[in-house]
């Protein structure tokens, strides 16, 4: 089934014809994404031929909405404008604002997600400085390479690290994923472990469910307490990276005393019955053992 993208989704892109916009639109196209317009208003008006497509250009989300019946927004808007192009999104109602960019200003982050939520909660929003989300064979929406696992499968994937989401991909590949989401490494995301835990607990698709997390904050403690009380689903597996003492470049990767720690996130998920692989290889070996294929 996949959770929050599926094949009839109808995706907008924010900044699509600026270079990193365009790259991405043709990678998505590529991978089978229906993607309906792009938004500029210095451009709108326009089609733009990607790879022999004409996708059309408008002034405004709502407007591009109006015209295609768009459903998801994709931001690959610069930093200094994200915010406004977040919040855009989000007073034209949305379902789903997929927010790219990284090196948003940290009060930026949280004055669109405060808008967001202030507008009832609508808007889901994925990120900032995230790598967006697939849903093999269906849909992809940011800049995770489709080819990596091309085909759906029988894991859902929750992820901090853009990287580790795509080397896990490629060591499960065979097995395949229902969605795989990047959440985003930055101090305030809109998306929590919790909230791809909750959707894949319901998703049918999903018989297994790995999250990958890294050193600093407690969002995985909190999905471990979670985990505990509400996750049923069988061969339930996570996995993290990073040892303490490295130097990481998110801004949510900040230990405070023994919180955020590797050790403390590992003891948390384990007491929840959770069985943690320290690298990516080694959850892999963790996911083939439940499902019999170790």
């Given at each position: 089934m996949a959770i929050f993208l599926t094949g009839e989704s109808r995706v907008l892109v924010q900044g699509m014809t600026g270079a990193e916009g365009m790259r991405h639109t043709r990678r998505m196209l590529a991978a089978g994404t229906r993607i309906v317009g792009g938004v500029n208003p210095r451009k709108a008006g326009r089609v733009v031929d990607v790879d022999d497509r004409g996708v059309p250009?408008?002034?405004?989300?709502?407007?591009?909405?109006?015209?295609?019946?768009?459903?998801?927004?994709?931001?690959?808007?610069?930093?200094?404008?994200?915010?406004?192009?977040?919040?855009?999104?989000?007073?034209?109602?949305?379902?789903?604002?997929?927010?790219?960019?990284?090196?948003?200003?940290?009060h930026d982050a949280v004055a669109f997600h405060a808008h967001v939520r202030a507008l009832g909660g609508a808007t889901r929003v994925i990120g900032p400085n995230c790598p967006g989300l697939i849903s093999p064979g269906r849909s992809n929406a940011g800049i995770i390479p489709a080819d990596i696992a091309p085909e759906p499968g029988r894991i859902g994937l929750v992820s901090k690290s853009g990287t580790l989401t795509y080397q896990l991909m490629y060591e499960l590949r065979d097995i395949g994923f229902s969605s795989a989401v990047?959440?985003?490494?930055?101090?305030?995301?809109?998306?929590?472990?919790?909230?791809?835990?909750?959707?894949?607990?319901?998703?049918?698709?999903?018989?297994?469910?790995?999250?990958?997390?890294?050193i600093g904050g407690d969002a995985e403690e909190r999905a471990a307490a979670y985990v505990a009380a509400h996750v049923t689903k069988p061969g339930y597996v996570a996995g993290f990276t990073a040892p303490e003492g490295r130097t990481m470049g998110h801004a949510g990767a900040i230990v405070s005393g023994s919180t955020g720690t590797a050790s403390a996130k590992r003891a948390a998920l384990e007491a929840a019955g959770v069985a943690v692989g320290a690298t990516p290889a080694e959850t892999a070996a963790l996911v083939r053992g439940v499902l019999g294929m170790g």
């Open positions: 250009v408008f002034a405004t989300v709502a407007e591009g909405m109006a015209a295609t019946g768009a459903d998801v927004s994709v931001v690959f808007v610069p930093p200094p404008f994200a915010r406004a192009a977040v919040e855009e999104a989000a007073d034209a109602g949305i379902g789903l604002a997929v927010v790219i960019t990284e090196g948003i200003p940290v990047g959440i985003g490494g930055d101090l305030v995301v809109g998306t929590t472990h919790i909230d791809c835990l909750a959707a894949f607990e319901a998703d049918p698709d999903a018989e297994l469910i790995v999250l990958i997390g890294e």
